[in-house]
């Protein structure tokens, strides 16, 4: 499978992800969003460092393309600890205003 | 003899200094004491150097004042024939209305007593340093420091603020003229790399016509301002709002000549440059006209003797201009006689009327203060020139010189002196003779002047009356004695020939026949009961002094007022500050606006945030594009 | 070591006077402070010390390149003495009034004096400007706290405008520092900078414009007027006696030897907007009503006319700025000390409000018009010496310029004298009413400023002679290019 489709396939989630954050209000929707376009960057990243090793030119030293897997898993990592530090954000203030809509969150201006 | 020539200005230095320090302890007979007895030691030093001959070409140098690498102004003296005879006035009348201060101030409480005494020793002081320096700076010290004591003594009755506009008037028009001096000063530093009358005088041929030209006019300047000629002359009428002696002193006798001993100093500058000769005679003589027109109808005995003085001073400047330096000199020095003893006159008057100085509410006060109006008749004889009056022998001569340089001059100062006369007589006439027309309690209060007062007076007319027997032309007999005794510094005015001698014998009939017509005239108009005082048509312009002061007012003072406060609230306010204070409030504006960006709302700042990612790449892939444009604009 | 003294003394003696919670500890002790800094520079300055104690150097920031250096010339050693007599006279003349927090007000006015000092004596870019703003921080805090009801407003402008200033002059600093052969900050390494033409213009605009806005020149003098007449008068002698000197000293230790070239293609303009300087403020001055504000102005008439001089590069104009710079210390410092008699008694500064108070304190009035005469540069008060030379300077630079700057001589005697009358002169009004003289300090203290103005304008030698190797040493460096 050429790798223009896993491309064209995480370009999609990212704009998907990108939309999402931009038009929707509620929290978890954007939350949901974000992790979207990790993913996206995510599917990106595996899909390239597989590809690598096959485009490699006959003859040549066979590339280990592993690198770009484990910093899926780094990611993957961080996404959750985000998710964590995230959902707490969103229950706090779900309780102090009794909303997930993120236009409520401009306490901090004036 | 270097130690006694500073003790002739420092002495009155040193009784400025202990009867101003000391004027609340001193009573009013020790501080006139102490004032007066120091300028008496100063003029009997000042004889001591006139009768040893102590003259010298060269200038007693005391220290140096400022130096540098381009120019020395040393503080040095300067005692020569023409130094000494203005030294002689200063101190001699000086001595005279000093005493005569002692009565005619008493009633002032005693620290004000001595404060008056006080400035007048330091203007003695100034006025001797002025005559005294060897230099242009030093002269220019003395210029501003009388100047400043003029000042001071105008508005000596500082309660009046009329009195002190009158004090910062003369002291700001001094000023106008001063700047010409000391552009003149800085001229003749940068030409010569000295100020000192020794260099510049020797090396004068060493001038361009332009460059003596130039500073003549600026020394001139200075002189306008100072001797109160045209168009600076508006302060001396007003400077009369100080004590009379000081209108004596100060308004008569010494300071408004010292334009006149400044010209008379730099003769060998002014004799380069026949320009400015011609300026100062068109100035002096134009002045003395307008000044005795204005004399005419002046109801204030002390405004008449202002212009009278203002026109006299405008004669020595004609004889100036036409190269009679010594003529313009000996005429300061019989006016000083003859004013002084006006002005001390008039004070005396002034005290016998209880402080009155209007002379229509004057009149037939010849029984009541004899010893006044004998005097006061000598004064007016001699400065109309009666024959053989000091004031006859030196206008005579500055006739002569005008008659000797041109025709038109020597009538048009014929008319001036014509002039002359006929406002002193009317003053004379009004005071004197007629009837008493002032109120019933000032003809009760009147009384002649006590011992102080008249004692100056009587020796002042003495003086006025033989004090030109030192320069009496020769046809009837006398000899040049004053030119003589001046020639080592001034150049002795060419006496005419004898072709002349006959016009002095006219000159002499016409004087006399004029007079007489003069004195006739005058006793019909003036000497009468009732007299009113007011004037209509051109009679009123003159009375109203040409309406010159209020031309100022409307040409100079107002638009000058008005632009200080345009530039106050406008420029300033509106403009300087309003360009600073903008630059302030602009940022403060860009501020506030751009602090609406932060709206607070989650959702734009990503909006934001994806829209410059997204740019950021179009920029990034795009850069070879972008320089290559960039470098095409620039 | 006298050198570090004159920095050390104030400078320490602030510091302890923080602490004083008395104001009559901390007015005695600021006055033995001043004192003791006097008699160091009088020292000095009659050699009973050794010349060597004029100097001072030991490393400072040596990555930067920056020793702590302090050198004297003739002026700086004139300029040192001004700073400590106007201290020493305006402790005697506030001697008797009780300040809100003195401790902290007497260790900030020390603070401001260290720092001038070290503006006068620094010989190092970095020092230097350590000094120039340690100096303007104490001034902040001094007019912002003690004053008018204006004061922050006034105090922020005075700030923001200096400060920006100063900043110019660090960028100046720090490029000039790059363009050293040995990559330091000493003077005589900026001396010996290899600068183009036009990088040489650009610096000396940087620096010339930081040091224009303390003078302050036209148009940068907005933030004077308001100043004084906002800040407590003690702080404003201390303002226009000394600080607005730092300007004019910089442009000739810091300007001048720095920038010949650039000082010499500039002259015309600077000396342009000298004489605009000296003729606006003057006309301005003629229509003012508050005492505070005719005296801002009049200073800044006269700094117009020291700035001018300075780019003449002439002989006379060069020695006359430098005793100007002195005998103007010390004369606006009696004009101010009347004004704050006045305030303090009378209260109000509306020249239309007073009047008549030759009646009612002669003492005062007599002061007065010696100051006000100072102001006029009447011959015989020190400050006639400094004009004439001036003028004399500008006259020779161009004749033309020289008779325009004259006429100010005219305004000054107009506003001067305006003031004189309208306060002194005439009737009493109601605020002078129950006018008392002048108390027994303030009148200590000007007189000791009466004697300085008398005597220097009788006999200037002694101040002419101290300046004198300045005056060579900043006309050699300009007569070089001028060649």
């Known amino acids: 499978m050429p790798v223009s489709y896993y491309i064209i396939l995480a370009s999609t989630l990212f704009c998907i992800g990108v939309a999402g954050v931009l038009t929707r209000r509620n929290a978890i929707i954007i939350f949901m969003c974000v992790e979207l376009m990790l993913n996206a960057v995510n599917l990106l990243l595996v899909a390239f460092s597989k590809m690598q090793n096959i485009a490699t030119p006959p003859g040549g030293v066979i590339v280990n393309g592993a690198d770009a897997q484990i910093f899926v898993f780094f990611i993957m990592v961080v996404a959750a600890a985000e998710v964590s530090v995230g959902l707490a954000i969103i229950v706090m203030m779900y309780r102090n205003v009794h909303s997930i809509d993120i236009n409520f969150l401009n306490r901090l201006k004036n | ?634 | ?483």
């Open chain 2, 1 to 634: 003899m270097n130690a006694l020539v500073l003790c002739i200005p420092l002495l009155p230095f040193l009784g400025f200094l202990i009867v101003g320090l000391f004027r609340n302890k001193l009573s009013r007979t020790m501080s006139g004491i102490l004032a007066s007895g120091f300028i008496g030691i100063s003029f009997i030093l000042t004889l001591v150097i006139f009768f040893s001959h102590y003259y010298s070409a060269n200038a007693i140098t005391y220290f140096d004042f400022i130096s540098n690498s381009q120019y020395n102004i040393s503080f040095s003296f300067q005692v020569d024939q023409l130094s000494t005879l203005f030294m002689l006035i200063i101190t001699g009348v000086g001595f005279l209305i000093h005493v005569y201060s002692t009565a005619y101030m008493r009633e002032e409480p005693p620290e004000h007593f001595a404060r008056y005494f006080a400035y007048l020793n330091l203007f003695v002081f100034s006025m001797l340093l002025l005559v005294l320096g060897a230099n242009y700076v030093i002269m220019f010290i003395g210029w501003e420091g009388v100047g400043i004591c003029s000042y001071l003594l105008i508005g000596f009755w500082f309660k009046n603020n009329q009195f002190n506009y009158a004090a910062r008037k003369a002291f700001i028009m001094n000023r106008i003229g001063d700047v010409g001096f000391l552009l003149a000063i800085f001229w003749i530093l940068t030409k010569f790399g000295s100020a000192d009358y020794s260099v510049v005088f020797s090396n004068s041929s060493t001038l361009s016509v332009a460059d003596v030209t130039g500073i003549t006019i600026l020394l001139f300047v200075g002189a306008i301002g100072k001797s109160a000629q045209i168009p600076l002359y508006t302060w001396l009428p007003d400077a009369m709002a100080g004590p009379t002696p000081v209108s004596a002193l100060i308004h008569a006798a010494t300071m408004v000549t010292a334009g006149i001993y400044m010209i008379a100093r730099s003769n060998v500058l002014f004799s380069m440059s026949p320009v400015t000769m011609d300026i100062v005679a068109v100035i002096g003589l134009a002045t003395a006209i307008l000044a005795a027109t204005i004399a005419l109808f002046q109801n204030d005995i002390k405004k008449v003797l202002a212009y009278s003085t203002v026109s006299q001073l405008g004669f020595m400047f004609v004889a100036l201009g036409v190269g009679a330096y010594t003529t313009g000199v000996f005429h300061v020095m019989t006016h000083s006689f003859f004013k002084a003893l006006l002005f001390l006159g008039a004070g005396s008057v002034i005290h016998a009327m209880g402080g009155e100085q209007d002379i229509t509410k004057m009149g037939g006060l010849r029984k009541k203060i004899p010893i006044t109006y004998w005097t006061f008749l000598i004064a007016v004889l001699a400065i109309s020139g009666f024959p053989f009056t000091s004031g006859f022998v030196s206008k005579d001569e500055i006739l002569m010189a005008a008659y000797a340089h041109s025709q038109p001059l020597f009538w048009l100062t014929t008319f001036a002196a014509v002039l002359t006369a006929l406002y002193m007589f009317r003053v004379f006439m009004l005071v004197f003779l007629g009837g008493f027309r002032g109120s019933e309690e000032q003809q009760h209060h009147l009384h002649e002047s006590p011992p102080a007062m008249t004692i100056p007076l009587i020796i002042l007319a003495v003086l006025a009356a033989v004090g030109g027997f030192v320069q009496l032309p020769e046809i009837f007999g006398g000899h040049d004695y004053f030119n003589e005794f001046l020639a080592p510094v001034v150049p002795a005015f060419k006496h005419v020939g004898e072709s002349l001698a006959v016009q002095e014998y006219y000159l002499l009939a016409g004087t006399v026949v004029g007079l007489l017509i003069i004195f006739l005239l005058c006793k019909k108009w003036y000497a009468v009961k009732q007299f009113e005082g007011k004037y209509t048509g051109i009679k009123n312009v003159l009375a109203h002094k040409w309406y010159i002061d209020e031309l100022y007012d409307a040409i100079i003072v107002n638009p000058f007022n008005n632009i200080a406060g345009f530039l106050k609230s406008i420029v300033e306010k509106s403009g300087i500050d309003g360009i600073v204070n903008g630059v302030g409030r602009f940022i403060q504006y860009s501020s506030r606006q751009v602090r609406l960006v932060q709206s607070g709302m989650v959702g734009n700042y990503i909006l934001i945030m994806v829209l410059s990612i997204t740019v950021l790449f179009m920029v990034f892939w795009n850069q070879d594009l972008i320089i290559g444009f960039l470098q095409k604009i620039f």
């Open chain 3, 1 to 483: 070591m006298i050198a570090l003294l004159l920095i050390l003394i104030p400078f320490l003696t602030g510091l302890a006077a923080f602490f004083m919670r008395e104001g009559k500890m901390a007015r005695n002790w600021s006055l033995f402070s001043s004192l003791l800094t006097l008699l160091c520079i009088i020292a000095l300055i009659t050699n009973s010390v050794s010349a060597s104690n004029a100097s001072f150097d030991i490393a400072w920031l040596p990555f930067l390149g920056s020793r702590f250096t302090l050198a004297m010339t003739g002026m700086v050693k004139m300029l040192v003495l001004l700073n400590a007599i106007i201290y020493f006279i305006v402790f005697l003349a506030t001697f008797k009034r009780a300040f809100v927090q003195p401790g902290r007000f007497f260790g900030l006015m020390l603070l401001m004096q260290a720092g001038m000092m070290g503006v006068f004596l620094a010989a190092d870019g970095l020092v230097f400007y350590f000094f120039w703003e340690l100096a303007l921080v104490p001034a902040y805090f001094l007019c912002s706290q003690w004053g008018n009801e204006k004061r922050i407003q006034a105090t922020f402008k005075f700030f923001v405008y200096t400060f920006l200033g100063s900043l110019l002059m660090l960028i100046g600093m720090i490029y000039l520092h790059g363009k050293t052969p040995d990559h330091s900050y000493a003077l005589q390494s900026f001396m010996h900078a290899n600068l183009s033409l036009s990088e040489e213009n650009f610096l000396f605009w940087l620096f010339f414009i930081a040091f224009a806005i303390k003078m302050p020149l036209f148009p940068f003098h907005t933030w004077q007027p308001f100043a004084y007449e906002q800040s407590d008068t003690s702080i404003t002698i201390v303002l226009s006696s000394v600080m607005v000197k730092m300007g004019l000293f910089a442009v000739l230790r810091w300007i001048l030897p720095i920038f010949p070239h650039a000082a010499v293609s500039n002259s015309h303009i600077i000396i342009i907007l000298g004489v605009i300087s000296l003729l606006y403020a003057s006309v301005i001055a003629v229509r003012q009503n508050d005492l505070k504000r005719l005296i801002a102005y009049s200073s800044i008439a006269h700094i117009g006319l020291m700035c001018a001089a300075i780019f003449s590069g002439t002989v006379p104009g060069m020695q006359g700025v430098m005793v100007q710079m002195f005998n103007h210390g010390i004369i606006v410092a009696g004009l101010w000390i009347t004004v704050e008699v006045i305030e303090t008694q009378y209260g109000t500064r509306k020249i239309s409000e007073l009047g008549g108070l030759a009646q009612k304190a002669p003492v005062l009035a007599t002061l007065l018009m010696i100051m006000a005469l100072g102001n006029i540069a009447l011959p015989l008060t020190s400050a006639f010496v400094g004009e004439f030379l001036m003028f004399s300077g500008l006259f020779q630079y161009s004749i033309i310029i020289g008779a325009v700057a004259l006429i100010s001589i005219i305004l000054s005697a107009i506003y001067t004298l305006n003031m004189v009358q309208n306060v002194f002169y005439g009737h009493t009004l109601p605020a002078t009413q129950d006018a008392i003289d002048i108390n027994r300090n303030a009148k200590f203290a000007m007189i000791i400023l009466t004697v300085l103005i008398l005597f220097l304008g009788f006999y200037p030698q002694p101040l002419l002679h101290l300046v004198n190797d300045s005056v060579q040493g900043v006309l050699s460096g300009l007569n070089f290019v001028l060649k």
